[in-house]
């Protein structure tokens, strides 16, 4: 597969690039604000604005089609770490190869089941499946094993609905065998699209291929896998240069497959055990450009799913809930076995939120948004491209409010306690009349809500 990042055309629209004008820069935001998107030409003008003033009109325009596309509610997601062993060198990871501080681990399929319980016990429905790169030639058998495992655990409060995957690259055929395992998500984060700093940051092991890492997402595709997930690893490289070849990415899959990402997510750098690269990112993001980069995404794609991980702080997760995230994992650990032990020296990197599930749904509920826990997409096939042509206007508000208030409502009541109760009732009969038009689909969903109260569950549209 050619190498579809046009290194040169962004190095030269860099160097000779001028920020945009007041008139140039209200232009662009003016037809943002029609939620059509933007070319990726008027993204990249977006990329060189500078002035605190500049960047306060992007967060404005992208929390105006963050509420007027995704209504006021928030998807939460666990990462379940299943192995730290790793064969590649990626000199910003914990896990790396080299790395001899931490214990390493691959848990085994009662492990994987015991860790799974521990997530359903504090409310989570929507697993993310995380490894190294260690698990060598059974790898996949080793995946598939662990997504059986995690979808037969069945609590009394209920069980794991949607499992996406973060898993090294792969061939077509080991992709076609994770799709009949029945995957949501597959992601994969590129870290750096500039070549020559990829092979800096990745000395050694099947990763440091730069092209190989590149046409993932090809492949996880033409295998049929209907939802791709990409990334950056920020601090690695120039944030301009990454966004730009993210977008010639974006339009690569466009182009192909008729399609682009249905998530992209947005790490920093985090300090992880022995690694300078980690402690000190060569190309620091600050907090102000990162509250611009997830603005841009916001508005350049409006109906790409944007996630954000527990390695940000509380206070960064509630800004950026504004710009237009939508899903946040909450309670995580980044140690295979961390949900059930209490030392998490073995972690990948330190994270910049410790609170528990609960505390971040309380906080969610005080930010008047609706913490979701929703697969209702998945399970009824409104997938890839279908998901896309859905995701109008309005439509995303009239599937995915409903279902974030049917779940969050099963939270409540099986989770919650008296006062987090009390909030949440009370968060659902305000935002409902703004989030669901119809007065016979407020009373519909009403009635849901009280079929969950009286035990029904896993309710969806
Ligand atoms: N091993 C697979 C891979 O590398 O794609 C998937 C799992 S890896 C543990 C998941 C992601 O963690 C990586 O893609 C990278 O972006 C991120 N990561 C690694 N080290 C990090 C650090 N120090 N701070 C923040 N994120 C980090
Ligand atoms: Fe291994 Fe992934 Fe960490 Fe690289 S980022 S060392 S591949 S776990």
């Known amino acids: ?21 007041e008139k140039e820069l ?5 037809k943002a604000r029609k939620l ?17 003033e500049d960047i306060d009109k992007l967060a404005e325009v992208a929390n105006f089609i963050k509420e007027t596309i995704y209504g006021k509610r928030l998807v939460l997601f666990a990462p379940l770490y299943v192995s730290n062993i790793c064969n590649n060198e990626c000199l910003y990871c914990g896990f790396r190869k080299s790395n001899k501080s931490i214990h390493r681990n691959t848990l085994t399929m009662e492990q994987i089941a015991e860790e799974t319980e521990a997530l359903i016990e504090q409310g989570h429905k929507r697993v993310l499946l995380v490894s190294g790169e260690g698990l060598g030639r059974n790898g996949v058998d080793y995946t598939i094993d662990a997504l059986k495992t995690i979808y037969a655990v069945q609590k009394p409060k209920g069980n794991i609905r949607r499992i996406n995957v973060n898993i090294a690259a792969l061939e077509v055929e080991d992709y076609k065998r994770l799709k009949e395992a029945n995957i949501g998500t597959y992601q994969l984060f590129q870290e750096t699209y500039h070549e020559e700093t990829y092979r800096k940051m990745h000395q050694s092991g099947p990763k440091s291929d730069y092209d190989y890492h590149l046409g993932a997402m090809d492949r996880a595709m033409e295998a049929g896998i209907d939802d791709v997930g990409i990334g950056i690893l920020f601090g690695l490289t120039d944030y301009k240069y990454e966004i730009m070849a993210l977008l010639q990415h974006i339009k690569h899959l466009e182009d192909k497959f008729g399609v682009g990402p249905h998530t992209i997510s947005v790490p920093r750098l985090e300090p992880a055990t022995g690694s300078d690269v980690a402690s000190n990112p060569p190309h620091p993001v600050t907090d102000s450009d990162f509250r611009k980069i997830i603005a841009i995404l916001r508005i350049t794609v409006p109906y790409t799913g944007i996630i954000l991980s527990t390695r940000e702080n509380a206070k960064t997760r509630r800004e950026a809930l504004h710009l237009g995230i939508s899903q946040i994992s909450a309670g995580s650990k980044s140690d295979p076995g961390g949900y059930s032990k209490k030392d998490h020296s073995d972690a990948q990197f330190s994270l910049g939120d410790h609170r528990s599930l609960h505390e971040v749904i309380e906080d969610i509920v005080d930010m008047d948004h609706i913490p979701s826990f929703c697969t209702g997409c998945y399970r009824l096939g409104r997938v890839g491209k279908d998901f896309m042509d859905l995701a109008k206007p309005g439509l995303i508000k009239a599937h995915c409010y409903p279902n974030a208030v049917f779940t969050f409502t099963e939270y409540l009541e099986d989770f919650a306690n008296d006062t ?6 009370a968060l659902i009969e305000r935002t409902l009349p703004e989030n669901v038009l119809s007065a016979k689909k407020r009373k ?7 079929k969950i109260k009286k035990g029904k569950r896993d309710i969806y549209y």
């Open 1 to 21: 597969m050619k190498n579809f990042i046009d290194d040169k055309k962004i190095e030269e629209y860099l160097k000779n690039a001028v920020a945009p004008d």
């Open 26 to 30: 209200d232009k662009i935001l003016k």
């Open 36 to 52: 059509k998107g933007l070319s990726f030409e008027e993204a990249e003008r977006l990329l060189l604005v500078e002035s605190k």
């Open 420 to 425: 987090l109760k009390k909030k949440g009732y």
């Open 444 to 450: 519909e969903v009403l009635e849901n809500v009280e």
